[in-house]
């Protein structure tokens, strides 16, 4: 008699361990589908330009994929990184951008050669594509 009176506790138990599972395997750590790179880079502010020169289109090549690369512009720093290596595009942005995609990266668990500065440039050719990006010419 003691069996039919403890196999629906069982059952229930099974139940909610299936469900409690399924639920962990579907979702991120953090409870919210994962974004990609550059949509966090738009959510934190950064601009996406595609170069409009040979020059900077070059330049553009040579940057680290999904890496961000810092560039000194006026006394300010401005960030870049390129999100796939066979795209013609990259994200601009300043730093108020950089600190809310950090913080944005951090809750995705984004890896740090992601999200943290990868080099430091002092490139013409980056601060052309800043300045085109601004809407000067």
Request: overall charge neutral.
């Amino acid at each position: 008699m003691k069996w039919k009176a403890v196999w629906p506790v069982y059952l229930a138990m099974a139940v909610a361990m299936g469900i409690l599972l399924a639920g962990c395997a579907t979702s991120s750590p953090s409870g919210t589908p994962t974004a990609s790179q550059s949509d966090l880079l738009k959510q934190a502010g950064f601009r996406a330009h595609t170069p409009t020169s040979p020059k900077t289109l070059n330049y553009v090549q040579t940057l680290p994929a999904k890496k961000v690369v810092s560039n000194q512009y006026q006394g300010q720093v401005l960030y870049m990184v390129c999100t796939d290596p066979d795209s013609k595009q990259c994200f601009l942005g300043d730093k108020a951008s950089y600190q809310r995609y950090q913080q944005l990266a951090i809750q995705q668990s984004f890896s740090d050669d992601q999200h943290k500065v990868q080099e430091d440039r002092w490139d013409p050719e980056a601060l052309q594509m800043w300045v085109d990006s601004q809407g000067g010419g």
